[in-house]
């Protein structure tokens, strides 16, 4: 994306570039943290919503959380945001959201899809809610958000 110059692309047509990224705790954590960082020394401020997700442990590290490591203090800058994706039950919310996932399905999807009980269909609606509130708080959207050079 870089590369090819789409950030300028959209910039000139007066839209925000805002990209996803997740670092998650576990084993995975130096391998998302380093793409985390390469990322963030592409990108231009408040540009990433990061994804912290637990689902493999705590993203923490020497005792540190995520927003105290330093490649988050060196490019906090960037961050447009963060959404906690915690460690969810095993044996209920979280068996359902791997079903989802393995499924491909989105939460839109889940209504209509079969093979979920009431009760998992019920679980990931509060999975959604949850994440989708935590969205919302960022205010990605807004007008006063936009660069406007």
């Known amino acids: 994306m870089v590369e090819s110059g789409v950030p300028a692309v959209l910039r ?78 095993p044996d209920t919310f979280g068996r359902d959201l791997e079903d989802m996932i393995a499924r491909k399905l989105t939460f839109g999807e889940i209504a209509w899809a079969t093979g979920f009980t009431l009760m998992s269909k019920q679980r990931l609606r509060m999975i959604e809610r949850e994440l989708f509130e935590q969205l919302a708080t960022l205010k990605l959207l807004e007008a006063s958000t936009l660069n406007a050079d």
């Open 12 to 89: 000139g047509a007066n839209r925000r570039l805002i990209i996803h990224t997740v670092v998650a705790g576990g084993q995975a954590l130096g391998d998302t943290l380093a793409g985390f960082k390469s990322l963030a020394e592409s990108c231009e401020p408040r540009s990433i919503v990061v994804w912290v997700n637990e689902y493999f442990g705590p993203v923490e590290k020497d005792g540190k959380t995520s927003s105290q490591m330093t490649a988050f203090l060196e490019h906090h800058d960037k961050v447009a945001g963060t959404v906690l994706i915690p460690r969810f039950s």
